[in-house]
Structures are given as C-alpha cells and as structure tokens.
C-alpha cells in the first residue's frame, strides 16, 4: 500500500502505518487539548495507539489462522478508518474462510476477557456511551473498545469480518461467486447506510469507513468473478505476443528508447538462449536512471525471480501470482522455457471487457 512505511515485523508479516494514521493522532491531540490542555491531549493519543494496539493483534489473529491452511500474510497496514491484513488469497473452502474471519474478533474478546478479569476493567452501558472520556478508566475504556470492535466487524457488510462469514455461508448453496455477489451487494447496501450515519452525526471516520467498504466489497467482487472467469480461459489467450525484449548487457538508456518507441510499459530481459531473466518496468528504469545514470545496466534494476508459466496452463494460476503483487508481470514460455509472450494486469483488464461484451451481446 502506497505512503505506508514499517514499523514492525512479526512472524514473517510487515506491520506497517499509512501516513494518514497520523492525522488521526493530530486530530484526537487537538479535540482533548482543547477539552483538558497538554494532559489530556497526552492522554488522548496514548488511548488510541492503545486502540490500535489492539486492532493490530486483531489482524494477526486472521493472520495466523489463514497461516494455519498455507496462506501468508505479507503486510497489516495501519490506517486511521482500523487495520488491513493483507492475505495472498482467501481460503476458498467455506469452513476455512469462517475460522480465519472469525480468528480477529476472537482475539479482541480475548483482550476484553483478560482486561476485565485479569486487571479489574468494568464494563457497562453508560461507559460505551462515553468512550472519549479521560475521567473514566483507562483499562475499562479499552475493554468496551473492544467489544465494540467485535461487535462492529461482525456486521455482515462484506468484506468485513462479519461478511467474510456471510459469504462463506451462502457459498455452500449458491457456490462462491454467486455467494460473493449476493454479500458484496449487502455490504454496499449498509455501507450506503454508514455513509448515511456518518454525515447526520457528523462522525467522518464512518463516512470514511463507508467509502472503504463499498469500494472493498465492489473490488472484491470483481476479482473473484475475474478469478472464475480465469479458471476456463488458457494463458495463451490472454497473453501479450508483440512486444520488445532487452539483453543481459542492454542498459537504460537502450530501455528509455524502447519506451518512447513503443507502447510498452515493461520489459522483459532474455538471455542468448530466449530464457527470461527478468523484467525491467517503467518505473524501475526511471528511478534507476535518476539514481545512477542511463549507462547503468538493466540487470542492476530489473525484477528477478518472475513467475513462468506454460502456454498451454490455465490463467487462474497466473493471475493469482499477478494479484499477489510479487511481480509486475507474468512470463509465459514455451516447452523448451524460451518466452514467448507475458502476462500485466492491463491486458487482463482487457480481456475481461471484451468477454464480458461478447457475452452481454
């Protein structure tokens, strides 16, 4: 995620803070400064990295149950709306995708458990309704936080937790594309509803929670749909089959050549024996030319390690690997591993238009 740096590392997963999560810092600095002076303010901002202590080990108990049936958790990112786990993919077995939903709220009733019984936290109604009061316990105020969190995941506005679930239980009738649909349009709905909620009361962490649920659910959405349609069409017939290569020994200045004489926006570095070695992207050669000049070679910039598939495979293998974000691109090569096309997200993008066309006409 872009303007997200690191903080931490935890069990093979980044833990990273959006530059926006520090606006939400200034903003509860400012509201509790006004209202109690430097203390308060202090005070304000301790209570919410507390919150979002709490939000991190949230995303970590998705992270270790999707760990739990093979799936890596490269990143949490921080952001001031709560916290994203970055999974490579969803379980697709329904049972697998509830116990990884279900994992993060888990662990915020955990949290709650320990601070009422372990450290004599309280918990009532009048307390939830005055959760920005320093006057109340420190210890109470972030139990009840995280019985809200629980509470509010759970809402079945896809592809919040309680979604997720939502999802995995009409995918055992409907199958899941159709489940993803049917849930994706629920959390539109009530997002349309937070939005709503959000501009009366004029709390705009709702209003910004809205956005992301309805653009979360629609994005989602496509992508399953995407993979679906991926599972029935061969590589070769989304693959890019004109395009310009560099050699082990072209430099930068050979690739901004190419650039500006063709439309290409990446490209692939082959050996003498038409092996890929790796792919150098327009951004990549940029930055390399502003860093250490245009005689620079492409091997020092370029991507390694790029997935190649066969021809003849099928595309949902490939676009599970464009979609984890490890690469730029997709190699495609034939029996004797020469490349002979590659794969972007772009042209995928562009396949999908053209099917969805040929089958709305």
Known sequence: MQWSFPIARVAGTDIRVHVTFFLLLAWFAIIHFQAGGQAAAIEGVIFIIAIFACVVLHELGHALAARRYGIATPRITLLPIGGVAELERMPEKPSQEIVVALAGPLVNVIIAAILIYGFGATLNAELLATLENPARSFLSRLAAV????VVFNLIPAFPMDGGRVLRALLSIPYGRVRATDIA?????VLAFFFGFLGLVS??????FVAIFVYLAASGEAMAVTLQDIARSVRVRDAMITRFETLGPRSTLADAADLLLATAQHEFPVVDGSGSLRGVLTREDMVAGIARSG???????????DV???RADGMLDQALKSLQSGRAPVIGVADAGGRLVGYINRENIGELMMVRSAVEGG
């Not at 995280?146 to 969190?149: G, M």
């Open 202 to 207: 004029g709390n705009v962490l709702l209003v």
């Open 146 to 149: 995280n019985i809200v969190l």
């Open 307 to 309: 997935p190649v598939v």
């Open 184 to 188: 994706a349009r629920t959390g539109q």
């Open 294 to 304: 245009r005689e620079t070679p492409v091997m020092e910039v370029m991507a390694r």
